[in-house]
Every structure is written in C-alpha cells, then in structure tokens.
Nanobody, 121 residues
Framework: QVQLVESGGGLVQAGGSLRLACTAS????????MGWYRQAPGKQRELVAT???????NYVDAVKGRFTVSRDNAKNTVDLQMNSLKPEDTAVYYC???????????????WGQGTQVTVSS
C-alpha cells in the first residue's frame, strides 16, 4: 500500500508565504513524476507544479516566479514553497506522485488527502 501525506496548509494574508510538504510512504519501488495540483471551489482540479526524478520542473503560468517545487528522492518527499500569495491561490492543494510499486508493475497515480490553503485579501 502507498500513502501520500501532506502538511503545511493554512490561512495567510495576501503577500504572505506558506510551505507545503508531502511524503510518500509504503511499498515503493520507484517514483517518476511528483507534484502539486489544486482545486478551488466550483472549479476543476488544475496542475500547479511538477518535478521529475531528474529535477526537471514545470509550473502553471499563474504561479511562475512565486512558487518553487522541490524534491528529495532519497526521502520520497516533494515540497511547494509559495511566496507572494494571492487570494486567487485559495484552494485545496493535492500532492500527486506516479509510483511503481515493483519492478514489474506499471506506474500508478497516487494522491494525497488534500490540504486547504486560504489567502485573505
């Protein structure tokens, strides 16, 4: 079994910062892509940032220059440093990882339970 556990959400004023953390644990052979998605009320879940096992990063345009995704392959963790937060960043943030549980199994998508980020104006 594989679990993704997130932490670090909360309430912050516009212009402030938060750091989200996610740890993958359980029966893990390897992890390919890791990243963060978010879902605001009444909207579809959207990609925020991803990072490959080799360190290549990708960001949605709305967060470029403000958010930084980082990863520790040895610890199976992925973090999201969020600076200069805006009210439109308010959403539930989900950790995501593409994980292979054994050498002969395909990659499968796993999700964390979500953590609320609220930015007040």
């Amino acid at each position: 079994q594989v679990q993704l556990v997130e932490s670090g959400g909360g309430l912050v004023q516009a212009g402030g910062s938060l750091r989200l953390a996610c740890t993958a644990s359980g029966s893990i052979f390897s992890i390919n892509l890791m990243g963060w998605y978010r879902q605001a009320p009444g909207k579809q879940r959207e990609l925020v940032a991803t990072v490959t096992s080799g360190g290549r990063k990708n960001y949605v345009d709305a967060v470029k220059g403000r958010f930084t995704v980082s990863r520790d392959n040895a610890k199976n963790t992925v973090d999201l440093q969020m600076n200069s937060l805006k009210p439109e960043d308010t959403a539930v943030y989900y950790c995501n990882a593409a994980i292979r549980r054994s050498w002969n199994q395909p990659l499968s998508d796993y999700w964390g339970q979500g953590t609320q980020v609220t930015v007040s104006s």
